[in-house]
């Protein structure tokens, strides 16, 4: 039996966010520049959607490129936009023909000009699509959302469109980067680091951790489904017993 097939088809969840880790340890064990590592990640990523879609997951997010990602040499940086514009103008048919969406959050204006136009041709020419949702987290950190996500809110509050009787769990999800988003119940991070590095802090509240040493470039399908085996394995109680359930 293969991995897919041990998947319990009634009880995948909804919504996968992934922290890509590992790519610059995956080259320098390998005696590769770090490029090398990001560029054989994008294959990794390439496969995750297409098992995600074979198994009705409906959302995957990929933490791509942090706030803090911004202090890294300026080489690796340029070469790491450059990847992304590459790849988002080269994958657009194939999203299409398998009714995938592309999504981006995060402080999108930061970004070069050129990947900002590849995202919004990308985001526009795969709208139509209601198959799985690539969600892209770019220039994006917790911090940074709920920090706009206050300004908005208080702003909001000042030209009188809501009051304090409106502050609500519901109401600060809406001024969230993912808005219309479900929360994500399975949260995969590879490399072998156990932290969360300031990513989906509020979204993540109930999620299922799962933490493997595998580095990104070596993370594939077979491994992805095995983080689905692991997360059906789970008791789910949300504050309440087994009993309950």
Not at 225 to 236: G, K, L, T, V
């Amino acid at each position: 039996m293969s991995k897919q097939e041990e998947i319990q088809k009634g009880y995948v969840p909804e919504h996968v966010a992934i922290i890509m880790d590992g790519n610059g340890r995956w080259a320098k064990e390998r005696g590769l520049e770090r490029f090398m590592g990001h560029q054989e990640g994008v294959n990794s990523v390439k496969a995750i959607v297409e098992a995600a879609a074979a198994v009705n997951v409906k959302y995957v997010t990929f933490y791509a490129f942090s706030t803090e990602n911004w202090n890294r040499p300026k080489a690796e940086v340029d070469a790491l936009m450059g990847l992304l514009v590459k790849t988002i103008k080269s994958e657009i048919l194939s999203l299409n023909n398998n009714n995938v969406r592309l999504l981006a959050i995060g402080n999108i204006a930061e970004l070069p000009v050129s990947v900002q136009e590849e995202l919004h041709e990308a985001t526009v020419e795969t709208a139509h699509n209601d198959g799985l949702s690539v969600v892209i987290a770019l220039s994006y950190s917790s911090r940074w959302e709920f920090r706009n996500a206050v300004e908005r809110i208080i702003k909001d509050a000042k030209l009188g469109l809501i009051s304090e009787e409106h502050i609500s769990d519901e109401l600060i999800s809406q001024y969230m980067s993912t808005k219309g988003i479900p929360d994500p119940e399975l949260l995969i991070r590879t490399s072998g680091e156990y932290r969360i590095s300031n990513f989906l802090l509020w979204q993540i509240a109930y999620s299922e951790l799962y933490f493997t040493k595998k580095y990104w470039p070596d993370f594939r399908k077979d491994e992805f489904y095995d983080a689905i085996i692991d997360f059906q394995q789970r008791e789910r109680r949300f504050g309440k017993t087994s009993e309950q359930i």
